[in-house]
Every structure is written in structure tokens, then in C-alpha cells.
């Protein structure tokens, strides 16, 4: 039986899609079988992060509606043999996704697959809603801006009033993973420190992710960035990220400013 | 593959389901320009004060013509505060074309996920002279989780107790005292039926507005030395005070 988790966040370009597909990929590097599942109908793009989009036939509304299996919708990913994509339509509209029909969706693959990652539409409306109805877990993708930040503490009061679990009066687990941090800036006071985020959010971090163009020369080439550049510093941190989703304990070191050669000659700066 | 077709719809039963929701009460004085004047002074330092909330217009005790109250209407509209509804009016001096007169105005608010205050216990049949036992709703709420942003945690009744953060727009909006054991971010009403002993008692203080029994003070008012601490907030008289608890 699979866990099935939400890539959520309210607001929009924040790398939820880019989460998805790294995490997805990182979790089926392990061996266990995964389904990333695109949500954002009429805006999809995991199949592009995943360098899947010419391998599209039948989508996740087709199969919502019955007009194809699961099976034939589920494009196997061409590097990793356990990583499963169920895409998003770009033509169609969101409402054509039935409560009943994404309620027996998810059911079939939680059935199927190890984990099932469900990537969010931005928003707070029924998209939004829909793909975290049936989450076990919920990875909140946060950047280290305010706007950000009270987006995403909005999407956790939906979180614990909108889903299955919550309406059953369990909880849902909830992770925040901060995206595009930038220790510089951070070091700087141009965008909220860690500590800020964590105290204003009260949940666990699953991890620290740099602002790195890695990811964005990997979103381009169509592989996921823990495939692209294993070590690069994205790629590590989204490795780990993974892990921790698995309950391991993997400590968090929070990305410092790159010293510049003045500094490492001279040694720290004075307070 | 076929999209739906396009066929008559046949009649379905209407449905109807009931709801409550919590609007201000704005009870108009004369002359009416100098109450719309008050009320300009209160949006210039509390700009966001109606933001997103319906307000219900009290007429008990005024004698207004239909013409005058649609005037008054128009204005409010004009100020970002629209009327859903009128109160304490004669219905059949009204019309049809002002907002409809409500009644048995008390209703509880939604929320979108506060915790609802446990439902009472099965009755007993109690003695004549045996004092009343307080029910859930007089007694206090307690929440045990923050309160996020979007959300709104209503208690007409009684006191509100939480224990975690409330965020920046978030409301917590109590009949009595507001207790948050965690920072205040959002807005705090006390005292919202007209109870001026209610206080509001926060941890680390980095409210939006706070309210006591419709007097209300915002960020902008609060003294700087007061910022992130512990604080409670009275009224004395017609002046909201507030001081450090540390
Ligand atoms: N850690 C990062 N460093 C640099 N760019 C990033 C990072 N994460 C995401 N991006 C870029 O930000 C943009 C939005 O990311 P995406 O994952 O599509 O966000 P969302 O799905 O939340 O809308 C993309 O261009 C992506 O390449
Ligand atoms: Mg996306």
C-alpha cells in the first residue's frame, strides 16, 4: 500500500513540479516503485521535468473519466525502471476531474505503487483541493519570502480541514521543504532566514534546497536534477530530503554563504 | 472520445442548505454625515479593518425613508463595506429593493477548520432549584493547534484559548478574554458582544489589529518598545491599553 503524498504550496513557481519529479525519482532510485502524478490540468509540465512529453497518449483525466486504463496512461520512466509518470492534460479543463473519479484514481495506484506524489496546481481552489484530498502526507514547498510563507501556512489550514484524513479527525503528516534559498541573500536579510520560516510555519523541515541553475539547466534537458548532476547541491539536499520522507534521520546543515577568497584569507569578518 | 453531450436538463429538486455567518453590525447614528465621517477616520487608520467581511446595517431607534437608507448604502459600498442585510427596521416601510431584513441576528460564524467546541452532554432532567451548569458554549474553546492564515476561529460565549501561533491573516474572535499562548500575528477580537472586562493576553505580540468590545488599536498604533513581547490588552474606559506582561 502506497503513502501518498501532496507537493503543495499555494503559490506558484515556487518548485513544486521540480520537487516531484526529484523527489519521485530519488525515492524510485532506492528500488521502491513510483507514481509522480501531475494535477496541474491545462498546465502540465512534470512531463516536460521528466523529459516524458513525447511519450504522452492518454492522461490522468482520460483515466479520471474512464475512457482509458491506469495502465495505459502510466508512462515508465526510460532511466530509472521503477518511476512511473500519470500526466497531466493540456487541453482540457480542470473541472473535468470528478471527486469520484480522482477518489478511484489514487485508490488504484495506492494499490500499485509504493509511493504515490501527487504535484499540486498553485492555488487554494478545487485544483489545489483535489490533489491533496487523499494525501497521507503533505510536503510544503515554501520560498524564503513572506508572500510565500503565508501562502503556504494557508494551504496547512487546508491541509487539516479538506483532506480524507482530516475529515475522519486524524491528522496528516506535513513536512515544509524551503526551495531556492540563497544563504547570501538570507545572510544579508534579503529574504527570511530558516529560523524565521520554521517559527512562523511550526512544522517539521524536510530540507533546505539552494538556489542553484542546475535545476533550471536540468528542468531544460528533461532529467530530473538527482539524475543530471548527482552531486551537485540540489541534488544532495533532494537525495536527503528523500530520505528524511522515508522517517530516516539525516541532519540538516543549513547551506552558508560561499566565503569569497578576501574572507578565506582574512579569515572571518568581525561581527 | 466524446466530450458531454449537450442534452436538456431534466428538473431536479432544489436543494437548500442553511448558514450562518458573522458580519459586523454597523448601528448608524445622526446626523448621518458625521457617523459616515467617523467611520472615515476609522478606515484611515485601519485601512483593511472591513476587508472581505459582509456588514449588516442596525436600524433600531432610527427613523430613516427607504431613499435615505439606500443613500446610506451607496456610501458605505463606496468605502469598501457592503451591506448584506438590515436589522431593528419595519418591514413593510422597507421595499423590496433594499437589502432584506434579518431577524434572530446571533448566528454563528464558519470557519474553515476550527475545532468545534465539544456538544453538550445528553440533558438531564435537573431539579427546579439546581443552578444552571454552564454549557459548551458559555465555557471556553480551546485550540490546540495554530491558527493559520484564512482561518477564523469564532466563540461568542465565552473565552478562546490557543495554544500555538495565530498567523498573519488570521482572526480569533471571542465573546470573552483571548488567551494565545504563542505569537499573535493576525487580528484579536474580545469581548465581541459588548463586553468591555474582556482582555487579550498573547505571548509575543506582532498583531494585525486588536479588538476589545469594538475599540481596537492596529500594528501601526502599538509602541515599538512593545513589539514581540508578552503583552495583555484592557480597555479603560474608552482607551484600549496595552502593557508588557515580562
Ligand atoms: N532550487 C532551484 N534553483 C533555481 N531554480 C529553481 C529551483 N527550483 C525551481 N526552480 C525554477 O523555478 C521555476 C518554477 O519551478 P516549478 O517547479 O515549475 O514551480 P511550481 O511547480 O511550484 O510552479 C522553474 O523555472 C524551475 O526551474
Ligand atoms: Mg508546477
Excluded at chain 2, 67 to 96: C, H, P, Q, Y
Amino acid at each position: 500500500m502506497a503513502n501518498v503524498v501532496v507537493v503543495t504550496s499555494g503559490k506558484g513557481g515556487v518548485g513544486k513540479t521540480t520537487t516531484t519529479a526529484a523527489l519521485g525519482t530519488a525515492l524510485a532510485q532506492t528500488g521502491q516503485t513510483v507514481a509522480v502524478v501531475d494535477f496541474d490540468v491545462g498546465l502540465r509540465n512534470l512531463d516536460l521535468v521528466l523529459g516524458a512529453e513525447r511519450r504522452v497518449v492518454y492522461d490522468l483525466i482520460n483515466v479520471v473519466q474512464g475512457a482509458a486504463k491506469l495502465q495505459q496512461a502510466l508512462i515508465r520512466d526510460k532511466r530509472i525502471e521503477t518511476l512511473w509518470l500519470l500526466p497531466a492534460s493540456q487541453t482540457r479543463d480542470k473541472d473535468a476531474l470528478t471527486d469520484e473519479g480522482v477518489a478511484r484514481v489514487i485508490d488504484e495506484l495506492r494499490q500499485r505503487f509504493d509511493w504515490v506524489l501527487c504535484d499540486s496546481p498553485a492555488g487554494i481552489e478545487r485544483g489545489a483541493q483535489l490533489a491533496m484530498r487523499h494525501a497521507d502526507a503533505a510536503v510544503i514547498v515554501t520560498n524564503p519570502e513572506v508572500s510565500s510563507v503565508r501562502d503556504s501556512d494557508r494551504i496547512i489550514g487546508l491541509l487539516d480541514a479538506k483532506t480524507e484524513r482530516a475529515e475522519r479527525g486524524e491528522r496528516i503528516a506535513k513536512h515544509i521543504l524551503v526551495t531556492r534559498f540563497d544563504p547570501a541573500r538570507a545572510a544579508r536579510g534579503e529574504m527570511l532566514g530558516i529560523a524565521d520560516i520554521l517559527e512562523i510555519l511550526s512544522l517539521p523541515l524536510l530540507g533546505i534546497i539552494p538556489e542553484s541553475q542546475e535545476v533550471l539547466r536540468a528542468s531544460n534537458l528533461g532529467t530530473p536534477v538527482v539524475l543530471s548532476d548527482p552531486a551537485s547541491a540540489p541534488a544532495r539536499a533532494y537525495t536527503e530530503a528523500a530520505r528524511r520522507l522515508e522517517g530516516e534521520d539525516v541532519e540538516i546543515v543549513i547551506p552558508a554563504e560561499k566565503r569569497g577568497l578576501f574572507t578565506k584569507l582574512f579569515g572571518r569578518r568581525a561581527a | 472520445m466524446r466530450t458531454a453531450v449537450n442534452s436538456k436538463p431534466r428538473p431536479r429538486p432544489v436543494r437548500f442548505r442553511g448558514r450562518s455567518y458573522m458580519a459586523f453590525a454597523l448601528a448608524p447614528e445622526l446626523p448621518v454625515a458625521d457617523w459616515l465621517a467617523d467611520i472615515d477616520g476609522a478606515l484611515g487608520r485601519s485601512p483593511g479593518f472591513f476587508a472581505g467581511r459582509p456588514a449588516v446595517l442596525d436600524l433600531a431607534g432610527l427613523t430613516l425613508a427607504p431613499t435615505e437608507i439606500a443613500a446610506m448604502i451607496k456610501e458605505l459600498e463606496a468605502r469598501g463595506i457592503r451591506i448584506m442585510g438590515l436589522e431593528g427596521g419595519d418591514a413593510a416601510v422597507l421595499g423590496s429593493e433594499l437589502p432584506p431584513l434579518l431577524t434572530s441576528g446571533r448566528g454563528v460564524a464558519t470557519s474553515e477548520s476550527a475545532p468545534e467546541p465539544a456538544p453538550d452532554p445528553a440533558p438531564e432532567p435537573a431539579p427546579v432549584t439546581r443552578p444552571s451548569r454552564p454549557t459548551a458554549q458559555t465555557g471556553s474553546l480551546t485550540v490546540d493547534m495554530p491558527v493559520r492564515s484564512g482561518q477564523t476561529i469564532y466563540h461568542p460565549h465565552g473565552d478562546i484559548i490557543v495554544l500555538g501561533a495565530v498567523s498573519s491573516g488570521a482572526e480569533v474572535v471571542a465573546g470573552g478574554s483571548i488567551h494565545i499562548y504563542g505569537a499573535l500575528r493576525g487580528r484579536a477580537m474580545a469581548g465581541a458582544n459588548g463586553d468591555r472586562r474582556a482582555r487579550i493576553f498573547c505571548r509575543k505580540i506582532e498583531a494585525e489589529l486588536l479588538a476589545i468590545s469594538g475599540y481596537y488599536r492596529t500594528v501601526d498604533d502599538l509602541d515599538v518598545s512593545l513589539r514581540n513581547r508578552p503583552i495583555q490588552a484592557w480597555l479603560d474606559g474608552e482607551t484600549m491599553l496595552i502593557a508588557a506582561l515580562d
